[in-house]
C-alpha cells in the first residue's frame, strides 16, 4: 500500500490518528505528524502485508510511541 498522504508513493509503516483523520502513511510522514504531535502507531508487519505492501524487514530505524496530544 502507497502512502496515504504523501505523493512520493512510500510504502507505509505507520498509521496516524486523530479524531477527524486516520492515515496510513511513509516514514517521512510520521516524521512530520510527530512534529504536529499526532498520535502514532508504527504498524504490525503482518498488517502492513495484508494492505498490499511487499514484505521485507519491519526495522525502519524509528521508534515510535503511540501518544496522544496532551490537554
Same mark, same amino acid.
Given at each position: 500500500? $502507497?502512502?496515504?498522504?504523501?505523493?512520493?508513493? $512510500?510504502? =507505509?509503516?505507520?498509521?496516524?490518528?486523530?479524531?477527524?483523520?486516520? &492515515?496510513? !502513511?511513509?516514514? #517521512?510522514?510520521?516524521?512530520?505528524?510527530?512534529? &504536529?504531535?499526532?498520535?502514532?502507531? &508504527? &504498524?504490525? /508487519?503482518?498488517? !502492513? $502485508?495484508?494492505?498490499? !505492501?511487499?514484505?521485507?524487514?519491519?526495522? #525502519?530505524?524509528?521508534?515510535? =510511541? =503511540?501518544?496522544? /496530544?496532551?490537554?
Amino acid at each position: 500500500m $502507497k502512502c496515504q498522504r504523501c505523493i512520493e508513493g $512510500k510504502e =507505509v509503516r505507520y498509521r496516524v490518528y486523530s479524531d477527524v483523520m486516520d &492515515l496510513k !502513511v511513509c516514514r #517521512s510522514c510520521a516524521t512530520e505528524a510527530q512534529s &504536529l504531535r499526532l498520535t502514532i502507531e &508504527l &504498524l504490525h /508487519p503482518d498488517e !502492513v $502485508k495484508s494492505n498490499g !505492501v511487499n514484505g521485507g524487514s519491519s526495522s #525502519s530505524g524509528m521508534f515510535f =510511541v =503511540v501518544s496522544s /496530544p496532551t490537554a
